[in-house]
C-alpha cells in the first residue's frame, strides 16, 4: 500500500481547520490538525509531518514565532511550510515570514486549486529530496565498500608477502602482487571517476581539444577492452567510417566516453552476445534541442545485453544512479560513468542519445560537432 503524504494544518478557527481537512483529504492527503502554535510544535517534533500549512494570525503564539521554533529545531527545520495570511497587501508580514524560512505563502479567503496547486508542488520536492538524499546513502555505502574490501586484499597480500610467505615461491608473490597490482588500478579508477564529476560539475575540467582522429580514438578504446570482450564470450566488432574527417576534440576524454559506453556494453551483455562499435557522419536540422543544424560525428555502442527498462531511461545519467536492471544480475557500480559520458559529450558541445529495450540490448550514441 502507498504511504500517504501527511500534512500539519494549524489554525485557531475551528471552521478554517475543517475546511482545509476536507479539502486535503478528498485530494489524497492524511491531516493532522492543530489549533496554536504550541500545539504546531509539539505535534511537528511527534509527527513528522511533510508539509505544514501554518495560519500568520494566531493568539499567544502567531505564526512568525511557531514557524522560528520550528526552523530551530533539528528535527523540524527542513518541513516546509505554507503561510496563510488574510492580507494581501501586507508586504512587511510576507517579508517577514520568507526571512523566517516560509516556502510559500498565500492569502485568505484560500483559493482551493492554488493551495493544492502550491502543496503538490512543495510535496514533488520534498520527495525528490529525500530520494536524492537515499540514493547519496546508498552511493556513499557502496563507496566505503569497494575501497575497503580490495585495501583488505592488498593488505593481505603485503603482509603475506613481509611475514615471508613467498620467500620459496617467487613465481606465487608475483602472481599475488599482480592481482594486488590490478585492484589498486581500480580503485585509483573510482577515485577518478569521483574527481572528474566533481570538476565537471564545477565547470573545471579543462579540454586538450586539438585536431584528431575520431576514428583511431575509437580503436585504441575496443583494442583495450578486447580481452575482456573475448573472456566473457562477447564478440566486439569496430565498424569505422572512414569519410569522417579529423576535427578538434579532447582525445583522451572521448577515449575515456568511449571506454565507459564499451565497459557497460560488455558488463551487460551475456556469453556470446554481441557488442558493436561504429562511427559515422550525422546531418541534424533544427529539430534537436541544444544541437546546431550541421554535420556531426557519431558514434554508436550497440549490445545485445539485458537492456533497461523506460523507468530507468530518464534517469541513468543522473549521478550515483544504476538501473534495476544491472541491481538484478548484482552488477554493482558507482553510477557515476554515464555521468561522465554525458558531460564530457555536452562540453564538447554534443549530445548523447539512448535507445533501449528489456531482453533486446541497449544503444548508446554520442555525437560530437565535426565542422
Do not use: W
Not at 488574510?86 to 492569502?107: H, V
Not at 483559493?111 to 503538490?120: G, H, K, P, S, T
Not at 610467505?165 to 573510482?190: G, V
Not at 544480475?329 to 562540453?347: C, H, M, N, P, W
Amino acid at each position: 500500500m502507498e504511504n500517504r503524504q501527511r500534512i500539519l494544518v494549524v489554525d485557531d478557527a475551528p471552521d478554517n481547520l475543517i475546511l482545509l481537512e476536507k479539502l486535503l483529504k478528498r485530494n489524497g492527503f492524511d491531516v493532522i490538525n492543530a489549533a496554536s502554535g504550541k500545539e504546531c510544535i509539539a505535534k511537528s517534533q511527534a509527527e513528522n509531518p511533510d508539509l505544514i500549512i501554518l495560519d500568520v494570525a494566531m493568539p499567544d503564539m502567531n505564526g512568525f514565532e511557531t514557524l522560528k521554533h520550528i526552523r530551530e529545531n533539528e528535527l523540524t527545520r527542513s518541513i516546509p511550510v505554507i503561510f496563510l495570511t488574510a492580507n494581501l497587501k501586507d508586504a512587511k508580514s510576507i517579508e517577514e515570514g520568507l526571512s523566517l524560512g516560509a516556502d510559500e505563502y498565500l492569502t485568505k479567503p484560500i483559493n482551493q486549486d492554488e493551495l493544492l496547486a502550491r502543496v503538490r508542488s512543495l510535496l514533488r520536492a520534498v520527495m525528490a529530496e529525500r530520494e536524492l538524499e537515499q540514493v547519496k546513502s546508498d552511493f556513499q555505502s557502496m563507496l566505503v565498500h569497494d575501497l575497503r574490501s580490495p585495501l583488505s586484499s592488498i593488505m593481505g597480500v603485503l603482509e603475506l608477502a613481509v611475514n615471508g610467505e613467498f620467500d620459496s615461491d617467487p613465481q606465487a608473490l608475483k602472481d599475488f602482487l599482480r592481482s594486488a597490482y590490478d585492484t589498486a588500478s581500480k580503485m585509483l579508477e573510482l577515485i577518478n571517476n569521483i574527481l572528474d564529476v566533481a570538476k565537471l560539475e564545477a565547470g573545471k575540467l579543462q579540454l586538450n581539444k586539438q585536431p584528431n582522429d575520431l576514428n583511431s580514438v575509437v580503436a585504441t578504446a575496443a583494442a583495450r577492452l578486447k580481452v575482456l570482450a573475448k573472456e566473457k564470450g562477447i564478440n566486439l566488432l569496430v565498424q569505422a567510417d572512414s569519410s569522417i574527417p579529423f576535427f578538434e576534440f579532447d582525445a583522451g576524454k572521448i577515449e575515456q566516453v568511449v571506454i565507459n559506453l564499451l565497459s557497460n556494453a560488455i558488463k551487460f551483455t551475456s556469453h556470446d552476445g554481441t557488442v558493436i562499435i561504429r562511427t559515422y557522419v550525422k546531418h541534424f536540422g533544427e529539430e534537436v534541442p541544444g544541437l546546431s543544424a550541421g554535420d556531426y560525428a557519431a558514434v554508436d555502442v550497440e549490445d545485445t545485453g539485458i537492456g533497461i527498462s523506460k523507468d530507468d531511461l530518464s534517469s541513468i545519467f543522473e549521478r550515483y544512479r544504476q538501473g534495476k536492471s544491472a541491481v538484478s544480475i548484482a552488477q554493482k557500480g558507482t553510477g557515476l560513468g554515464l555521468t561522465i559520458v554525458k558531460r564530457i559529450v555536452e562540453s564538447h558541445g554534443g549530445k548523447v542519445f539512448v535507445q533501449s529495450e528489456l531482453g533486446k540490448g541497449t544503444k548508446f550514441t554520442f555525437v560530437l560537432p565535426a565542422l
